[in-house]
């Protein structure tokens, strides 16, 4: 039951997936280069919205990217070996625009065709990787590639395509001080664009001036927020391919809350402590900016604890710990295991989930390629609906779904790299 949409032509089955519903982003913002692909409907870099109930303020225009000397050095990456289909296999570590608004490093892969550059250059495919953790030593540069993630890059290197792979602000940073702001849609994208103009400043003429993202769920929201602040690279920016994509946060939690409202105890356990991890990803990736909230506010007591390893530990094994103890007091009573009922009221949650994390906000009218599924239980069909919706209203109409009600949160990927690959070659062709 697989079907090519567009935007417009959302089947019923799709919007029924799951239940529950969101609010709307409507976050200004304008840029100037070439592809921008972004329109805040005024065209004077002003605007703003209500999104769920939280007033959007407008933002200024997306600042060029014009950092100095951008790479502070790069060294070879191993712990994947790339050499059969790599020229280069790079850790690049690079200047961008942080969350708190001044320059810092961050880190990312570089991996370059073993064959010859064409005379336009190589184009640059990013990859967004997925959830790993807000601590440094869930950088995925620091770890071995997943083996259908190596068979993805693999293809694009012998396509012709640089991969440049982020592992996004705060992750495997230098200076091991600053936290990953977790689905922070500006702070992912501006990750993205300043690795791609580290990464062409590296290269020089072995690279064209075209680049597009692909990115899997919190990395198909990083692509869609490379969409709406590419201007900020000022190149040639050709589309977004976005795989389960992370948005409209509050309907996800509302929507796994009310799946398992009625099951057993024991049986609410697992989509729980999802929730619960990601919440206490979000609750890290804010410590140290500004108004950033507690553990306390966002979780009961006994959830506070495990939530705040976070900090320390990666989203793999906090997700086991939330789950082992929630298994244990299934027994008697989940209560004390729990996020806060109000959490999503607690004003730093809130203009996060309505606002800070919302891609799609402004118009954007460069091509995005959507992929979802219909059982995917961690990014539910709902909100990639609301998604959609929401972005049609704001003027986005080149949005094309492809949907399949079998698909889960990882076959939406693992079954799609072929049409991945396709996607990329047809955005964005070799010269």
């Known amino acids: 039951m697989k079907k090519t949409l567009l935007t417009v032509l959302i089947s019923s089955a799709f919007l029924l997936t799951a239940c529950g519903g969101g609010g709307s982003g409507d976050e200004s913002a304008s840029g100037s280069g070439n592809g921008t692909g972004v329109d805040n409907g005024a065209g004077d870099g002003t605007g703003g919205g209500d999104n769920g109930g939280v007033i959007v303020q407008p933002e200024p225009s997306i600042p060029l990217n014009n950092i100095a000397d951008p790479v502070v050095r790069t060294e070879a990456y191993t712990e994947t070996n790339m050499t059969s289909v790599a020229g280069e296999s790079l850790v690049m570590t690079y200047k961008m625009l942080g969350v708190n608004g001044q320059e810092v490093q961050a880190t990312s892969l570089v991996i370059t065709p073993k064959t010859a550059a064409p005379v336009e ?11 790993t953790g807000v601590a440094d030593q869930c950088a995925p540069s620091r770890s ?10 693999t293809q694009l290197l012998s396509a012709g395509y640089v991969v440049v792979a982020p592992d996004y602000e705060g992750l495997g940073e230098p200076s091991g001080n600053e936290f990953h702001p977790f689905l922070n849609l500006k702070s992912e ?7 791609v103009v580290a990464a062409r400043h590296y290269l020089g003429v072995k690279v064209s001036n075209q680049w597009m993202a692909v990115g899997h769920s ?10 709406q602040y590419a201007s900020r690279a000022n190149l040639d920016y050709k589309g977004a391919v976005a795989v389960a994509p992370a948005s409209n946060l509050q309907t996800i939690f509302n929507t796994g809350k009310q799946l398992v409202a009625n099951l057993p105890l024991k049986d609410q356990v697992s989509t729980l402590a999802s929730l619960n991890t990601y919440a206490a990803l979000i609750t890290a990736g804010m410590q140290g900016q500004a108004a950033s909230p507690t553990y306390a506010q966002v979780f009961e007591t006994n959830a506070a604890t495990i939530a705040a390893q976070a900090e320390t530990i990666c989203s ?10 929630m298994a244990t007091a299934a027994n008697t009573s989940l209560s004390g295991y729990l996020t806060q009922s109000d959490f999503m009221q607690v004003p730093a949650i809130s203009t996060f989930l309505n606002s800070t994390s919302q891609p799609l906000s402004v118009k954007v009218t460069t091509p995005v390629k959507i992929y979802q599924g219909g059982s995917d239980t961690t990014v539910p069909a709902n909100a990639t609906a609301d998604l959609i919706t929401n972005a049609t209203k704001l003027g986005t109409t080149n949005i094309v779904l492809t949907y399949d009600l079998a698909w889960n949160h990882s076959t939406a990927y693992t079954s799609n790299i072929p049409n991945i690959i396709a996607d990329v070659k047809s955005l964005m062709p070799i010269q």
């Open 121 to 131: 250059g190589w184009p640059i495919v990013v990859w967004a990787h997925g959830t």
């Open 144 to 153: 071995k590639l997943k083996v259908e993630i190596e068979g993805m890059i």
């Open 189 to 195: 994208a501006y990750s993205i664009t300043d690795a």
């Open 218 to 227: 919190q990395g198909g929201h990083a692509a869609l927020g490379a969409a």
């Open 316 to 325: 793999e094994p906090l997700g086991i710990d939330f789950n082992t103890k």
